[in-house]
């Protein structure tokens, strides 16, 4: 098993609100000369959104809101318009673990033009963390190594001697 870090805030805008205070988020007061120590972290530069956002890159993406910590697709649905799926997929932590996504599927099944939608619980679901997880963590590798060879190379190059 895993230990969790620390506990997760389940309120989607007191989780953002903390990201701003502690610098790992955007917030507008501190673009425009307000108190200072954000990073503009944005989800381009967040390795679980980056993934997320490859993973399901062929759905449309129909809502997307960053400071909640939350993806949802369009209905998707591949040759047959009587049945599609949606994909959410919720934020709870910024870090790479398996704990830290939530993913949930409906399906959408039409008969004679009435709809009837229900979550469903599939493999779907873990394939989906897996895949964006497996992406995340690539990314966060890469990040790292680029660190190291931008410092190695500083260190070469340095004119201190």
Excluded at 60 to 80: C, E, K, P, Q, R
Excluded at 87 to 114: G, M, P, Q, W
Aim: proline residues 2%; positive net charge; glycine residues 6%.
């Amino acid at each position: 098993m895993f230990d969790r870090k620390d506990p997760i805030e389940p309120n989607a805008r007191k989780r953002a609100r903390q990201n701003v205070e502690e610098g790992r988020g955007f917030s507008v007061g501190g673009a425009f000369g307000g108190k200072g120590g954000t990073n503009f972290e944005f989800a381009t530069s967040n390795p679980l959104w980056r993934a997320t956002l490859d993973t399901l890159d062929f759905m449309v993406i129909s809502s997307v809101d960053y400071a909640g910590g939350l993806v949802i697709s369009d209905w998707y649905s591949d040759n047959n318009p009587d049945e599609a799926i949606k994909i959410t997929v919720r934020f709870l932590a910024n870090e790479v673990r398996v704990d830290s996504l939530k993913i949930s599927v409906h399906k959408k099944t039409c008969v004679n033009s009435n709809c009837l939608v229900k979550k469903i619980d599939t493999d779907l679901n873990s394939n989906i963390r897996d895949k964006i997880l497996k992406k995340a963590a690539v990314y966060v590798k890469t990040a790292n190594d680029n660190k190291k060879r931008k410092k190695i190379k500083s260190a070469v190059t340095s004119d201190r001697y």
